[in-house]
């Protein structure tokens, strides 16, 4: 496949990238003396946009009666053929929940040891426009005039404190598919470059749009803010093809063991996969599948509740992530990897006659991963709830998103509090966040001792490898050095359009390294260093 096919959207050519105080058992934990291994962890953020009904997807089989009053029309049946699926039965019956019928892969997953369903997640003040509460679940916010305004997002904020290191590396921090909106969450208040959009492009190879706008770029950068601008999109622009390069070889390197269906989700997820096992490092990816917004014919009709658009939905969902997680164990990395859906908010507990439902408040999350702990936390929600004063709403909030996510970047990440206060700003008392998060969230393997938290990921034996490479004397006219405490295996030299201009392969018999580029024209261009720690990115100017 032709480089050129994948283009890679930076700030040269699209907007930035933007990317409960209940103690519950998330991940297995069985205690650890010894610090884990958490340079390969990963986490993928499934985002079901639109609002999911979170009752038709995890029904409280103990309340069916004031289920199918307040939804005389769209409700599912608790019996027979193409009844709801009990997930546990050996659970107490107040416990129980039916899942939609279409999810049959997450009830493989869940008996698998798979799955894990965290229920009534929420914030207070629940805001019901799609648009801000997609950015308040985005930006680590809530409905509450303090948290409302928020302009960043909660991963920009962590991974720019917590991975500052990796902010040089030769792969994007974070990758989102499944929508040509740049995701605000992100965004950091920093660095605004930590994420790469790829949807709708080809990930095996890249094109980069720089030289397509401005023709060549300036050798000549003024002293000024405006010399400034040209310099942040020209580095914007070096990372965009050092990114591209490693994604496209990560793809190439990759493959996939099961066959996924043909659906938007399932080809997000199936990419993400590949790249997983094609040994990409980045560390947040989101997917997207919109189509949740079921005001309307939620249901095919009343006699077919299990079919219609939230069934369709329901389906896609089920078979994308049973094929991933499936895919990834297959080949020995699903131990690195969670996946976490989230949607902005819930329905109501009441239909609105029109064979669908509104906006709501609270729905639940489901996590997934060959390290987290099957089971269910949280109760079942209250349906009591939801009468005619409150417009049929269920409002109790078992658990706030952020301790789900925060638990998650503690015991799975291994976050320190100070950088979950930085990347929370200290809300739902995340100050002191130790014994007040989603307990056990993490097996015995996996989970991160609290006296192995760190408030910098500095545990990666390639990243000081990388803060040990140096190339001075630059810009040279006639040659580059590079100083390494490590051997250099070779050079590769591209221009900025991302062609690819020369590779040296000398092996460095000293900690010098010297390679002449007086051949090459007046310009600047990416160098990725090969050595026996990986490979790393650097740039140089060439001025004569």
């Known amino acids: 496949m032709k480089r050129r096919n994948f283009i890679k959207l930076t700030s040269t050519a699209s907007a930035l990238s933007l990317l409960p105080t209940e103690v519950f058992a998330l991940f297995k934990s069985a205690g650890m003396s010894t610090c884990p291994d958490i340079n390969g962890k990963k986490i993928v953020l499934i985002q079901l946009a639109g609002a999911n009904d979170g009752i038709n997807t995890v029904l409280p089989l103990n309340q069916y009666d004031t289920y199918a009053a307040l939804r005389p029309t769209i409700k599912l ?36 040891g798979l799955m894990r369903l965290v229920q009534g997640v929420g914030y207070p003040s629940q805001d019901k426009s799609h648009f801000k509460s997609t950015d308040l679940w985005l ?24 991975y500052a290191n990796f902010l040089t590396a030769n792969f994007p921090l974070g990758i989102q598919l499944g929508s040509s909106e740049n995701s605000l969450g992100f965004h950091g208040e920093i660095e605004h470059g930590m994420s790469l959009n790829i949807n709708g492009q080809d990930p095996a190879g890249f094109y980069s749009v720089v030289n397509g706008l401005g023709g060549p770029a300036p050798t000549v950068i003024p002293d000024s803010e405006y010399g400034d601008l040209i310099q942040f999109i ?27 269906a043909n659906s938007s989700l399932s080809n997000q997820l199936k990419t993400v996969a590949r790249f997983i096992s094609g040994g990409l490092q980045t560390k947040v990816y989101l997917v997207k599948i919109g189509g949740f ?54 329905r109501k507990a009441g239909e609105n006659g029109g064979l669908g439902t509104d906006h709501g408040e609270i729905a639940p999350m489901f996590v997934f991963g060959s390290s987290i702990t099957p089971g269910i ?28 996510f925060a638990t998650i970047l503690q015991d799975w990440f291994g976050a320190g509090n100070a950088v979950l206060d930085l990347t929370f700003y200290d809300n739902t008392n995340l100050t002191g966040f130790t014994g007040n998060k989603v307990n056990q969230l993490i097996n015995a393997q996996n989970i991160v001792p609290e006296a192995c938290y760190s408030d910098g990921a500095l545990h990666t034996a390639a990243l000081n490898t990388e803060s040990q490479i140096i ?14 405490l490590d051997n250099v295996n070779s050079v590769a030299i591209y221009s900025l359009d991302g062609r690819f201009v020369g590779k040296f392969n000398n092996p460095l018999s000293t900690n010098q390294y010297t390679i002449p580029v007086h ?3 007046v310009g600047i261009y990416n160098l990725v260093i090969s050595t026996n720690s990986g490979n790393f990115p650097k740039k140089i100017i060439v001025r004569r």
Do not use: C
């Open 77 to 112: 049946s608790n019996t027979g053929v193409n009844s709801v699926i009990n997930l546990d039965t050996t659970l107490a019956p107040e416990n129980q929940v039916g899942l939609h019928p279409s999810l049959v892969g997450f009830k493989n997953l869940y008996d698998n």
């Open 377 to 404: 936390s949280g109760t079942n929600i209250n349906l009591s709830e939801a009468v005619a004063t409150n417009n049929f709403q269920v409002q109790t909030v078992q658990h706030d998103y952020r301790r789900v």
């Open 234 to 260: 020209l580095d914007n622009d070096t990372s965009t093809n050092i990114y591209a390069q490693t994604i496209s070889a990560a793809f190439n390197a990759g493959t996939n063991t099961v066959t996924y």
């Open 293 to 346: 917004d079921t005001h309307n014919l939620q249901v095919a009709s009343t006699a077919t509740p299990h079919l219609g658009q939230h069934a369709d939905l329901m389906t896609q969902i089920s078979e994308a992530v049973s094929s991933f997680i499936t895919d990834l164990n297959n080949q020995s990395v699903g131990n690195d990897v969670l996946a976490v859906t989230f949607s902005e908010f819930g």
């Open 471 to 484: 190339v001075y004397s630059n810009p040279k006219a006639e040659t580059f050095t590079i100083h390494s």
């Open 519 to 521: 051949q090459l024209s």
């Open 139 to 162: 930006t680590g916010g809530d409905g509450t005039e303090a948290n409302n305004f928020l302009d960043s997002g909660w991963i920009g904020r962590f991974l720019e404190n917590y």
